[in-house]
Nanobody
């Protein structure tokens, strides 16, 4: 059974940092692109970041609102993905979801290309 389990969410003050983790199990995700999305109350789901391990390097892509503040990475086993979030703002408050897509391509920022999803972890940025 394929599972993506997020952890690391919580309450943080503006300007603070959090690191989210996503543990994938049930199959090998080495060839998959692993991404993060978020959804705030009353808003559509938003692309945050994605990483794909090519033959010689990792490829990453970020949403405009998080570029320069968030960093996505994956560990050596490539079944755990991290999202380091720095300089957090109140507008970063949302449920953050981990997702896995079977291919890398120009539409990798669209949630429709992702095959597996986690249950989400809440991130609240507030003083």
């Amino acid at each position: 059974q394929v599972q993506l389990v997020e952890s690391g969410g919580g309450l943080v003050q503006p300007g603070g940092s959090l690191r989210l983790s996503c543990a994938a199990s049930g199959r090998t995700f080495r060839s998959y692109a692993m991404g993060w999305f978020r959804q705030a109350p009353g808003k559509e789901r938003e692309f945050v970041a994605v990483i794909w391990s090519g033959r010689s390097a990792d490829y990453t892509k970020y949403g405009d609102s998080v570029t320069g503040r968030f960093t996505i990475s994956r560990d050596g086993s490539e079944n755990v993905v991290y999202l380091q979030m720095n300089s957090l703002k109140p507008e970063d408050t949302a449920v953050y979801y981990c997702a896995a897509a079977p291919i890398w391509g120009p539409n990798i920022n669209r949630d429709s290309v992702y095959e597996y999803w986690g249950q989400g972890t809440q991130v609240t940025v507030s003083s």
